[in-house]
């Protein structure tokens, strides 16, 4: 039997519910399922031995235990990832029999406190696609992180995130939505047989790193493929969709505050993409300057008037840290 056709825009629980358990961890998801999110977002890595887990990034100390514990003290390293000097612990350089010894913290204790923290172990791919099989229709938005990179030091992530999603059953799943910021390794999702819809990531600055790696200063840079001629150029590649800062989508004038929308959202339509933005965010200190109100960073502003001035737009989807708060701003637009 067909399922009804979900409500837009689709709400995509960011790293599970982490605007109320720490991101990534089992707890997060089965609250962002509880509450009826459309989707869930993991963000994907790989152990030293080709375990495919679930880190927003793949050094670990903002969202750990790794640096209190003392056995891995000698693990703590400086790297390159992206252009991007970074010193910390890293997936890549431990056994998963090792890393899910770890536990999972808030990365942003200062606003979400610490009450959950070192409950949960870190999850593996496959813990997440059995969780969502054994929980009905709820899709997975699957971000591959950092592929250039991890190509470099031996480990394919296009090939084995493929091979996993077929291993689990998941090769031609329409819950499916496969993202990265680079569109190099969502080819070789794709050429591998996983049948999904692939989504674009897009920064306001920067390039993608595939493009730097290949083109060095003449990479294309993000903002060429939101124009109508990049957009058009990214449909006929076969990709199926874009996601986008929300900045991208809201006009602010001199001093940073709002005014209204802009049209990237029409003009991605136009071009037959799909649109998500990133990340709706109810807290003071993720809101646009004319929707904070007092009480420090951490309280929560007008979130509602901004995720619902951001719906507005027509868009298809929205990764939301609070999902339960941007499925009560969909149902009262």
């Not at 903002?62 to 612990?89: C, H, M, N, P, Y």
């Not at 696609?129 to 030091?153: C, N, Q, R, W």
Request: net charge negative; proline share 3%.
């Amino acid at each position: 039997m067909k399922s009804a056709p979900r409500p837009r825009p689709l709400v995509i629980a960011h790293r599970g519910a982490c605007g109320y358990r720490p991101e990534h961890s089992r707890a997060a998801y089965e609250l962002a399922l509880n509450m009826g999110a459309d989707a869930v977002e993991p963000d994907i890595v790989t152990t030293r031995d080709g375990v495919l887990v679930i880190r927003h990034e793949n050094e670990i100390s903002g969202t750990t235990d790794v640096a209190s514990r003392t056995e891995f003290a000698d693990r703590r390293t400086t790297k390159t990832i992206d252009g991007q000097k970074l010193t910390g612990w890293f997936t890549e350089d431990f056994t998963w029999a090792e890393l899910k010894t770890l536990r999972v913290r808030e990365r942003l204790p200062e606003l979400r406190g610490t009450a959950f923290d070192e409950e949960q172990g870190i999850l593996r791919l496959t813990d997440l696609l059995e969780l969502l099989d054994a929980h009905g229709d709820t899709g997975m938005v699957a971000e591959i992180k950092h592929p250039t990179y991890f190509d470099s030091i031996g480990f394919p992530l296009g090939e084995l995130v493929a091979a996993e999603l077929a291993d689990a059953g998941w090769k031609a799943d329409p819950r499916l939505v496969v993202e990265c910021f680079e569109t190099g390794v969502l080819a070789q999702v794709r050429a591998h047989g996983i049948g999904a819809r692939y989504v674009f990531l897009l920064e306001a600055s920067g390039a993608p790193a595939d493009e730097v790696a290949a083109r060095g200063r003449d990479a294309k840079a993000f903002a060429e493929y939101l124009t109508e001629e990049g957009l058009a150029e990214l449909a006929a590649s076969g990709m199926d969709g874009i996601s986008v800062d929300k900045h991208l989508l809201l006009a602010t004038d001199a001093s940073g505050q709002v005014t209204g929308t802009t049209d990237l959202v029409d003009r991605a339509h136009a071009a037959g993409l799909t649109v998500f933005c990133w990340t709706l965010r109810a807290e003071n200190n993720f809101l646009a300057k004319n929707f904070r109100r007092a009480g420090g960073a951490k309280e929560y502003g007008e979130w509602l008037e901004e995720f619902q001035l951001i719906m507005r737009t027509g868009l298809d989807g929205v990764f939301a840290d609070q999902p339960d708060l941007a499925i009560e701003a969909r149902a009262g637009l």
